[in-house]
């Protein structure tokens, strides 16, 4: 193993306690590939066969709502995986996995993930303590969209996003580090590509956000925290 490919197993969350000789036992379990942009990386309803660790670009979750529109559960961010819950239980991918941009992954087969977990057992405590968190972050996501307006729904995927994926600028603004259309938020937050526009054009002109080599750029979180909350 290239020390490079070391360095890129310690930054996994997951592997983040194991030293490097435990590194170099799980390494050859693990494989490199490549997504285009817009590339499928499994199908709703696929086996669960694989399991993936993101390492470049990032990748939504999707699911189709009744009348066909893409609906985005999840960004995936690296280091994070997916596909997990799936793979640990055994049932059916329950979303689809697309890379937004060009990506690179990790991915370990089932049986394999399942060898790791029993020769590591913290592993499985990781992953669990993850899964857990994204459990809780869906919930709060489906409570939104049921309850909160556009606006205030809006607000929070863009702190939420910041939070994740956030890099703070010399001026204490907030760069969001992943490149999303009007139509991703639309699809994220569960309304129309032309109410998502109206609202960002809002956020802009009241100067709580803008827009930097195709990124966001929050400049007044306290301005969405406040809208978040109301």
Do not use: C
């Not at 793979?87 to 790791?116: C, Q, T, W």
């Not at 809006?154 to 994926?165: E, N, V, Y």
């Amino acid at each position: 193993m290239t020390s490079d490919r070391l360095e890129d197993l310690k930054k996994i969350p997951i592997f983040s306690f194991l030293n490097d000789e435990e590194l170099k036992e799980i390494q050859s379990y693990l494989i490199r590939e490549r997504f285009k942009k817009k590339e499928e990386i499994f199908s709703e309803g696929d086996h669960p066969e694989w399991f993936y660790i993101l390492l470049n670009g990032t990748v939504k979750i999707t699911k189709l709502s009744y009348d066909g529109k893409e609906i985005i559960i999840e960004l995936i961010s690296p280091p994070d995986f997916f596909g997990g819950l799936a793979v640990l239980k055994g049932f059916p991918y329950p979303a689809n996995a697309i890379a937004m941009e060009d990506a690179e992954v990790l991915r370990v087969s089932r049986h394999d993930i399942l060898m790791i977990i029993d020769r590591f057992p913290n592993v499985m405590h990781n992953i669990t303590l993850n899964l857990g968190d994204r459990i809780r972050e869906f919930h709060d996501t489906l409570k939104n969209i049921a309850l909160q307006k556009v606006e205030s729904r809006i607000a929070s995927l863009l702190l939420k996003l910041a939070d994740k994926s956030g890099l703070k600028s010399k001026q204490e603004e907030v760069v969001i580090d992943i490149k999303l259309t009007k139509q991703d938020i639309a699809e994220m937050v569960g309304t129309t590509v032309e109410t998502a526009i109206r609202v960002m054009s809002k956020f802009k002109k009241s100067g709580y956000i803008s827009e930097k080599n195709g990124r966001f750029v929050i400049k007044k979180p306290e301005a969405l925290q406040f809208l978040f909350g109301k």
